[in-house]
């Protein structure tokens, strides 16, 4: 069983900064790429960035400046550091992994739970 879990959503008045965090656990051989991505309401879930296992990192237009993802691959976590939030940025923030378990080592996307942030004065 591999289990994703996310931390440090809240409410944040424009211009701030939070820094979410993910923890991968269970019974993992290895993991690809990780990632978050978010939802914001009525609207489709939305690639905000992603690492490589060697640390090559991808994130959308309209995040980049501004967030900034890096990865522990010892500690199997990822975390998404973002400044300078905008009211647009509200949404429930999904932790993703590509993930090969002990199980079968059959390649899989993990979620976590999501986990929400808003941006409002």
């Known amino acids: 069983q591999v289990q994703l879990v996310e931390s440090g959503g809240g409410l944040v008045q424009p211009g701030g900064s939070l820094r979410l965090s993910c923890a991968a656990s269970?019974?993992?051989?290895?993991?690809?790429?990780m990632g978050w991505y978010r939802q914001a309401p009525e609207k489709q879930r939305e690639l905000v960035a992603t690492?490589?296992?060697?640390?090559?990192?991808n994130s959308s237009d309209s995040v980049k400046g501004r967030f900034t993802i890096s990865r522990d691959n010892t500690k199997n976590t990822v975390d998404l550091q973002m400044n300078a939030l905008k009211p647009e940025d509200t949404a429930v923030y999904y932790c993703?992994?590509?993930?090969?378990?002990?199980?079968?080592?059959?390649?899989?996307?993990?979620w976590g739970q999501g986990t929400r942030v808003t941006v409002s004065s």
């Open positions: 993703n992994g590509r993930i090969a378990s002990y199980n079968d080592y059959i390649w899989r996307d993990y």
């Open positions: 269970g019974s993992i051989f290895s993991i690809d790429t």
């Open positions: 690492i490589t296992g060697g640390g090559r990192t």
